[in-house]
T-cell receptor, first 115, second 111 residues
Framework: DAGVTQSPTHLIKTRGQQVTLRCSPKSGHDTVSWYQQALGQGPQFIFQYYEEEERQRGNFPDRFSGHQFPNYSSELNVNALLLGDSALYLC??????????????FGPGTRLTVL | DAKTTQPTSMDCAEGRAANLPCNHSTISGNEYVYWYRQIHSQGPQYIIHGLKNNETNEMASLIITEDRKSSTLILPHATLRDTAVYYCIVRVSYNTDKLIFGTGTRLQVFP
């Protein structure tokens, strides 16, 4: 049973470009969350998708957008990249709504470097 | 902002118990305490969670004080592979609620 997978592993972009990151949730999971982790910091919640709709959003600008597909996989898009967008981007999946005994599973992340 | 406070770093000798403290003085009655860890450049990994009773699984034990304002994660026999950043998180009971991470405790296990 595959866990959460993310692609690509690493990515280098220049300022002003756009990037798309991809996530496939763990089998049986229907909810995907995205987190940004800057160097030396804990992960920060970006947004969460369920039933192809954004259901929660953290304090991130509109340059960050997402999408969820019918097979529950998800994409994170970032437009007009800034140097400060350099970070590890993590995807987590779970089953909605679940309970306290369920947990969120994280993928290995995509390391984005903006030059 | 994170609702927990943890020491920035700790050291532990291999084979000894690692005791990682966490303060969560503003925890609400319906909030659980969760622990995750993150080994260098990997995604966070769930360890354990609890509401008010002590919990134990194959990875660790969780001790929550009676007033629920603090807790301790115990790794009974730390190994070098336990070197990681450990995050203590409080959240409501439904698992789709977002996780609010602090900066965690960097545990270094040495030979």
């Amino acid at each position: 049973d595959a866990g959460v997978t993310q692609s690509p592993t690493h990515l280098i972009k220049t300022r002003g470009q756009q990037v798309t990151l991809r996530c496939s949730p763990k089998s049986g999971h229907d909810t995907v969350s995205w987190y940004q982790q800057a160097l030396g910091q804990g992960p920060q919640f970006i947004f969460q998708y369920y039933e192809e709709e954004e259901r929660q959003r953290g304090n991130f600008p509109d340059r960050f957008s997402g999408h969820q597909f019918p097979n529950y996989s998800s994409e994170l898009n970032v437009n007009a990249l800034l140097l400060g967008d350099s970070a590890l981007y993590l995807c987590a999946s779970t089953e909605f709504p679940g309970g306290a005994e369920d947990t969120q599973y994280f993928g290995p992340g995509t390391r984005l470097t903006v030059l | 902002d994170a609702k927990t406070t943890q020491p920035t770093s700790m050291d532990c000798a291999e084979g000894r118990a690692a005791n990682l403290p966490c303060n969560h003085s503003t925890i609400s009655g319906n909030e659980y305490v969760y622990w995750y860890r993150q080994i260098h450049s990997q995604g966070p990994q769930y360890i354990i969670h609890g509401l008010k009773n002590n919990e134990t699984n194959e990875m660790a034990s969780l001790i929550i004080t009676e007033d629920r304002k603090s807790s301790t994660l115990i790794l009974p026999h730390a190994t070098l592979r336990d070197t990681a950043v450990y995050y203590c998180i409080v959240r409501v009971s439904y698992n789709t609620d977002k996780l609010i991470f602090g900066t965690g405790t960097r545990l270094q296990v040495f030979p």
